[in-house]
């Protein structure tokens, strides 16, 4: 069965530190999210991405953070200047359909620490 | 913006017994309402979903009803097992994207 996958699994930086996680979706999905969650604590949506553009994003995205698709199967999250509250786990996801409609695979996360 | 509320935020059961995790929304624009089971440490995992133009939905032992009027939906698992152990998350999709409750962590006790 097709799955997201994602690398790293688990990054330790420090705080100030540019971070990059790696996401690659399902071949033939169309729109892609990063989510986070804190430990203990709700998934919370950060942007969602179709045709090579932000479709939407939350208040937690803001101008530390990017994303990008460089290649045809890569979807990349930066954040530029880590901080401490930063550290959570981050899941990568992607539907074949819009995010109301179909259903959202998701990765197995990867969890960033920063120190 | 959409936000949803769950309840209740532990729930422990004895085997075999009904388990009933309730969420409302406030987005009336939202048409898609997805559950999913994180078990520790892992990615959460869709179990089972409802559209707007549907009252309830039903798989094996879960099922899942939508009042739109009211903007509730519940989630109810029956004949608990253990390995039903884990944390519940109800969300809704106002256009492309998913907002979560806060999760109701499940033990289902032997």
């Known amino acids: 069965e097709p799955e997201v996958t994602q690398t790293p699994s688990h990054q330790v930086t420090q705080m100030g530190q540019e971070v990059i996680l790696r996401c690659v979706p399902i071949?033939?999905?169309?729109?892609f999210y990063w989510y986070r969650q804190i430990l203990g604590q709700k998934v919370e949506f950060l942007v969602s991405f179709y045709n090579n553009e932000i479709s939407e994003k939350s208040e937690i995205f803001d101008d530390q953070f990017s994303v990008e698709r460089p290649d045809g199967s890569n979807f990349t999250l930066k954040i530029r200047s880590t901080k401490l509250e930063d550290s959570a786990m981050y899941f990568c996801?992607?539907?074949?359909?819009?995010?109301?409609?179909?259903?959202?695979?998701f990765g197995e996360g990867s969890r960033l620490t920063v120190l | 913006g959409e936000n949803v509320e769950q309840h209740p935020s532990t729930l422990s059961v004895q085997e075999g017994d009904s388990a009933v995790i309730k969420c409302t929304y406030s987005?009336?624009?939202?048409?898609?309402f997805p559950w999913y089971k994180q078990e520790l440490g892992k990615r959460p995992q869709l179990i089972i979903d409802?559209?707007?133009?549907?009252g309830e939905k039903k798989d094996q032992r879960i099922a899942v009803t939508l009042n739109k009027t009211a903007k509730h939906f519940s989630l109810h698992i029956t004949e608990t097992q253990p390995e039903d152990s884990a944390v519940y998350f109800c969300a809704a999709s106002p256009y492309n994207k998913l907002i979560f409750g806060a999760g109701t962590r499940l033990a289902v006790h032997p």
């Open positions: 987005d009336s624009a939202s048409n898609y």
């Open positions: 409802i559209r707007s133009n549907v």
């Open positions: 071949s033939n999905h169309l729109y």
């Open positions: 996801a992607s539907s074949e359909e819009q995010g109301n409609t179909g259903e959202l695979f």
